[in-house]
């Protein structure tokens, strides 16, 4: 996906979350979505929000990541190798239950 496409489905898909602020969310980039969003995060499959996104390159998938940080999500940039492995972005609602 494009940035901009990634923007987009992030965005829509935070209307569908009960929170309103974008500092209630987590966003992040990994090669592998299961092992640091389910695994690493915490996040439940069936009862947290959630939604990932695969970016056409790491540098989209960089790009995504420092737009949402700049407007306010938690998270931090540095994540992966920088061997152009790393290009799923993926964003969460933060809760008591899941690990920032």
């Not at 901009?4 to 987590?26: C, F, P, V």
């Not at 695994?39 to 939604?51: C, L, P, Q, Y």
């Amino acid at each position: 996906m494009t940035k901009q496409e990634i923007i987009n489905a992030i965005n829509e898909h935070l209307q569908k979350s009960s929170k309103e602020n974008y500092q209630d969310y987590y966003i992040g980039i990994t090669s592998d979505v299961d092992a640091r969003l389910f695994g690493d995060h915490k996040v439940s499959k069936e009862n947290d929000w959630w939604i990932y996104c695969p970016a056409d390159t790491e540098g989209i998938a960089r790009e995504v990541e420092k737009y949402f940080l700049a407007i306010g999500m938690s998270g931090g940039t540095g994540g992966g190798t920088g061997d152009g492995d790393v290009n799923v972005v993926y964003c969460y609602e933060l809760g008591s239950d899941t690990n920032p």
